[in-house]
């Protein structure tokens, strides 16, 4: 599956972006899909899984109860809401998806076998 990925932008601190990620494919609806981010001079990280029918997610410690992880199996496409937004969320980041990924989620970076290009996301405090 190929990903594209958009919405990134510049935002104040505590404020919202939402991003999306468009997959090519007929078999969107078996991909487990997530988002990670990769901040200056560190690690990608975790951020977001979400199961194929939309109704299991789990989010890393850092981002619960200010990003929400969707999907649109009718548009092929995933999203991540993000509020409240922190300089320390400034990353790029990469939506990915895992084949037959079916009911379950992934947060491992070896979990996932395709990844989108990466959008920019800077918060100025």
């Known amino acids: 599956v190929q990903l594209q990925a958009s919405g990134g932008g510049l935002v104040q601190a505590g404020g919202s972006l939402r991003l999306s990620c468009a997959a090519s494919?007929?078999?969107?609806?078996?991909?487990?899909m997530g988002w990670f981010r990769q901040a200056p001079g560190k690690e990608r990280e975790f951020v977001a899984t979400?199961?194929?029918?939309?109704?299991?997610?789990d989010y890393a410690d850092s981002v619960k109860g200010r990003f929400t992880i969707s999907r649109d199996n009718a548009k092929n496409t995933v999203y991540l809401q993000m509020s409240s937004l922190k300089p320390e969320d400034t990353a790029v980041y990469y939506c990915t998806a895992r084949g037959g990924g079916g009911i379950r989620l992934a947060w491992a970076e070896s979990d996932y076998d395709s990844w989108g290009q990466g959008t920019q996301v800077t918060v100025s405090s």
């Open positions: 494919g007929r078999t969107f609806t078996t991909y487990t």
């Open positions: 979400i199961n194929w029918s939309g109704g299991r997610t």
